[in-house]
Antibody, heavy 126, light 114 residues
Framework: QVQLVQSGAEVKKPGASVKVSCKAS????????IQWVRQAPGQGLEWVGW????????NYAQRFQGRVTMTRDTSITTAYMELSRLRSGDTAVYYC???????????????????WGQGTLVTVSS | DIVMTQSPDSLAVSLGERATINCKSS????????????LAWYQQKPGQPPKLLIY???TRESGVPDRFSGSGSGTDFTLTISSLQAEDVAVYYC??????????FGQGTKLEIK
C-alpha cells in the first residue's frame, strides 16, 4: 500500500535551518510529483512547492524562494524539504503529499494529492 | 497568483441534511483543451492530514462516499454533502491546480453539526 512517512518533530532557533524527510513506499517513486504543504497552528493550508522525483526539477511558491530547497534521493525513495533562516512564523506542521500530474496544453498540471504524510511539526522558538 | 475564496467560513448543519460549501477562484481554472477544471476538494479532520475527496471539480476519489459531490466550472465551484453524517465534521478546503504553481488553497470551511 502507498505510504508516505515523514521524519519526526523538530525544534529550531530563529535563523537556523530544518530538513524534513518524506519516505515513500508502495508505488513507483518517480511516477508522481511530491508537493509540500504547511499549516500553522489553527490556520489553513499553504502550498510551499513541489518536486518531480524523476528529474529533480522543482517549483517553489514565491514567498519561499531563496529559503526553501526540495531534493530527493531516488535510491531510497525519499524526498526532502529544507527551510533556512527560520523565523517564528515558520512554526507549522509540514506535510508531504503524492501528486498525480498530467500534461495539458504543454504544461504539467496536477490532478490532486491522493496520499499524504502524517505531518512534521516544526517549532521555531528562541 | 490565483486567489481562492471559500464561503461560508463555517457552517452548522443538522444530521441527514444537505451541506453546501462554495469556492470561487480569481481566474478560470478550466482548460478548454480537455474541458477539465483543475480544482480539488479536501477534507481535514483534527490532527490528521488532508484527504482528497474530489478532483477535476466533480470526479470523486476512489473510496469516497457518494454523498459527496462536486460541481461547477470556470471560477465557481460547490462541494455538496447530500446527507450529513457525524463523521463528516471537518474542515474542507478547495485547491486549484491550474497552469503553473503556486497551487493555492481556499481559507477553509469548518463544518459542524447543528
Amino acid at each position: 500500500q502507498v505510504q508516505l512517512v515523514q521524519s519526526g518533530a523538530e525544534v529550531k532557533k530563529p535563523g537556523a535551518s530544518v530538513k524534513v524527510s518524506c519516505k515513500a513506499s508502495g508505488y513507483t517513486f518517480t511516477g508522481y510529483y511530491i508537493q509540500w504543504v504547511r499549516q500553522a497552528p489553527g490556520q489553513g493550508l499553504e502550498w510551499v512547492g513541489w518536486i518531480n522525483p524523476k528529474s529533480g526539477a522543482t517549483n517553489y511558491a514565491q514567498r519561499f524562494q531563496g529559503r526553501v530547497t526540495m531534493t530527493r534521493d531516488t535510491s531510497i525513495t525519499t524526498a526532502y524539504m529544507e527551510l533556512s533562516r527560520l523565523r517564528s512564523g515558520d512554526t507549522a506542521v509540514y506535510y508531504c503529499a503524492r501528486v498525480d500530474v498530467e500534461l495539458v496544453a504543454a504544461t504539467t498540471t496536477a490532478v490532486g494529492a491522493d496520499y499524504w504524510g502524517q505531518g512534521t511539526l516544526v517549532t521555531v522558538s528562541s | 497568483d490565483i486567489v481562492m475564496t471559500q464561503s461560508p467560513d463555517s457552517l452548522a448543519v443538522s444530521l441527514g441534511e444537505r451541506a453546501t460549501i462554495n469556492c470561487k477562484s480569481s481566474q478560470s481554472v478550466l482548460y478548454s483543451s480537455n474541458s477539465n477544471n483543475y480544482l480539488a476538494w479536501y477534507q481535514q479532520k483534527p490532527g490528521q492530514p488532508p484527504k482528497l475527496l474530489i478532483y477535476w471539480a466533480s470526479t470523486r476519489e476512489s473510496g469516497v462516499p457518494d454523498r459527496f459531490s462536486g460541481s461547477g466550472s470556470g471560477t465557481d465551484f460547490t462541494l455538496t454533502i447530500s446527507s450529513l453524517q457525524a463523521e463528516d465534521v471537518a474542515v474542507y478546503y478547495c485547491q486549484q491546480y491550474y497552469s503553473t504553481p503556486p497551487y493555492t488553497f481556499g481559507q477553509g470551511t469548518k463544518l459542524e453539526i447543528k
